[in-house]
Every structure is written in structure tokens, then in C-alpha cells.
Nanobody, 123 residues
């Protein structure tokens, strides 16, 4: 069965960096569009970034563009999210997800989800 396991979350000061990793089993990340979402308390789950099957042209939410970078390691079957210049408003649970769609960005486009990893940015 498909399993996505996120790691790398934690507590960091504003301006700091974290690198999240999503380890996949039961699917090959290069066969899917892979994405990251986040959900803050009391808010809806929101799109952060995704990378399509070809690995080219990753895309980002406006709120993280220029600060976050998504990457894929086909050999390790992982998808990472490098987060720099973190802000308190980046605080959320971050989820990895897989989609069979070409260029997904809605949560409903993604059929497989990880359990999430907490990121807390202190001011």
C-alpha cells in the first residue's frame, strides 16, 4: 500500500531554515506529481508547492515563492521541501501528497497523503 512519511519538522526562529523530507513507499515519486500542503490551526489546508512527473517547472504558492524549494530524489524515492527565511506565519502542520493529475494544486487533486510534520516558527 502507499505510504508517505514526512520528517524534518521542528521549532525554528524567524529567519531560520528547515528541510522537510517525504519518504514514499508503495509508489514511485517520479510517476506522480508530488506536492506539499500545510494547515495552520483553525485554517484550511493550503497548497505550498508541487513538482510534476517530469521534474521540471516546480511551482509554488505566492506566499512561499522565493523562500521555499521543492526537489525530488528518484534514487531515494523522496521529495524534499527546503524552507528558508521562515516566518511565524509559516507555522503549520506540513503534509506530503501524491497526485495522478498533470499539474495539481488543489487538495482534492491529491489521493495519497502523509500524516504530517509540525513546523513552528517563533518570532
Amino acid at each position: 500500500q502507499v505510504q508517505l512519511v514526512e520528517s524534518g519538522g521542528g521549532l525554528v526562529q524567524a529567519g531560520g531554515s528547515l528541510r522537510l523530507s517525504c519518504a514514499a513507499s508503495g509508489l514511485t515519486v517520479s510517476d506522480y506529481a508530488m506536492g506539499w500542503f500545510r494547515q495552520a490551526p483553525g485554517k484550511e489546508r493550503e497548497f505550498v508547492s508541487a513538482i510534476i512527473r517530469s521534474g521540471y517547472s516546480p511551482y509554488y504558492a505566492a506566499s512561499v515563492k522565493g523562500r521555499f524549494t521543492i526537489s525530488r530524489d528518484s534514487a531515494k524515492n523522496t521529495v524534499d521541501l527546503q524552507m528558508n527565511s521562515l516566518k511565524p506565519e509559516d507555522t503549520a502542520v506540513y503534509y506530503c501528497a501524491a497526485s495522478g493529475s498533470f499539474r495539481p494544486s488543489r487538495a482534492t487533486d491529491f489521493g495519497s497523503w502523509g500524516q504530517g510534520t509540525q513546523v513552528t516558527v517563533s518570532s
